[in-house]
């Protein structure tokens, strides 16, 4: 089967090729708006959609002609269909179901959290729920319990700032630019991590919260009585030990024994490292997906869209854009 992806949830046009007997990506062809978002210090809305509308098709022709095929040979679509911004969202789910109409194929709605998640099956072929997930991106802090039928059963999410937020926000405060994640790693290399004693918040408890930690830091910035830094690399130090413990605490509650992470902020080195040393520690199984599927990507799209073709949940021409019964059932939890 051959599955065209199409991620346009925030501020990466990209489309993608997957070929299931192959079990491998035919091409990746991904536009990333972040240049021109840094100028305004964030993602804004409509300026993101107006740049999907204008990369969307050429992206599409690239990725049809890296892979050395032809739309008739596409058998599925698949295209976030959510969260994300609701304008760019309409930009790929637009181009979806006119190519999908065209062709006559079916198009599976993703959700872009889950599909972040199926990354790192991409990365690990051997990998198959159940397995307990991590995503922590820009917009979302949330821990899944995944099963073997490919259900997601959340377990813990963030009540205010999101794990990818607090690392823009801070790098913001700190005269960076956006998005701040790599920014905040680059200056942590050259900081003491054990300099600021920042609070986990919910010690011990199933749920995130990253809106006081962003204060705290943005305080001792203020402040000025550490490096640029060495508040880095505590702050970072801090959201790696926080997204641990709650895995390690969602794990005990599971009993499971096999941990997968997922996001733009699993790029993180720090975090990487961290989670690798407890899985050696603590004795459980951790499936990291590659650098490039970290960041939006259509390849976890296309991927997410072979892995719930089974389901045969597909999403309707005549209907609004993403006003489906399983778009709603499937992804409003
Ligand atoms: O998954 P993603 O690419 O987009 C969303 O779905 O939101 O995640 C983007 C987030 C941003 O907040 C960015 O700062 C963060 O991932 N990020 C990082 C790193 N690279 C990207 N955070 C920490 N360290 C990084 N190296
Ligand atoms: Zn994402």
């Given amino acids: 089967m051959v599955v065209l992806g199409i991620e346009s949830s925030c501020d990466e046009t990209s489309v993608a090729i997957y070929d299931s007997v192959k079990r491998d990506i035919l091409s990746s062809s991904t536009f990333s708006q972040a240049d021109i978002h840094s100028h305004f210090g964030g993602v804004i809305p409509e300026v ?40 760019a969202l309409f930009v790929g789910v637009t181009f979806a179901k006119g190519l999908g109409y065209a062709l006559n194929i079916p198009i599976v709605p993703i959700n872009h959290l889950y599909a972040h998640i199926l990354a790192a099956e991409l990365s690990n072929k051997e990998l198959t ?14 821990i899944f319990y995944v099963d073997s039928a490919l259900s997601f ?13 607090s690392f823009d926000k801070v790098a913001k405060a700190m005269g960076g630019g956006y998005p701040g994640g790599a920014f905040i790693e680059g200056l942590a290399k050259c900081g003491d991590s054990g300099a600021i004693k920042f609070p986990i918040a919910f010690n011990n408890e199933l749920k995130f919260s990253f809106s006081g930690l962003k204060t705290a830091v943005i305080n001792e910035i203020k402040k000025g009585e550490y490096s640029r830094q060495d508040i880095a690399a505590s702050f970072q130090k801090t959201v790696a030990k926080t997204l641990l413990q709650k895995v390690l605490l969602a794990l005990k509650e599971m009993g499971a024994n096999k941990v997968v992470l997922g996001g733009g902020v699993v790029a993180n080195s720090e975090l990487r490292n961290i989670f690798k040393e407890s899985a050696s520690k603590e004795g459980f199984e951790l499936y990291l997906p590659e650098l490039k599927f ?40």
């Fill in 48 to 87: 993101a959609s107006r740049n999907h509308i204008l990369k969307i098709a050429p992206l599409y022709e690239r990725a049809l002609s890296q892979a050395e095929i032809q739309s008739k040979d596409i058998d599925l679509i698949s295209v976030t269909t959510h969260p994300g911004l609701i304008g």
């Fill in 129 to 142: 729920p159940p397995y307990l997930a991590l995503v922590a991106s820009g917009g979302h802090t949330h």
């Fill in 153 to 165: 059963r959340l377990l813990a999410r963030s009540i205010d700032d999101a794990a990818g937020e």
């Fill in 294 to 333: 970290c960041s939006d990507n259509a390849d976890m799209i296309a991927y997410a869209g072979y892995r719930f073709y089974p389901k045969r949940e597909f999403l309707s021409f005549s209907e609004g854009a993403l006003d489906t019964k399983a778009v709603r059932q499937r992804f409003y939890q």
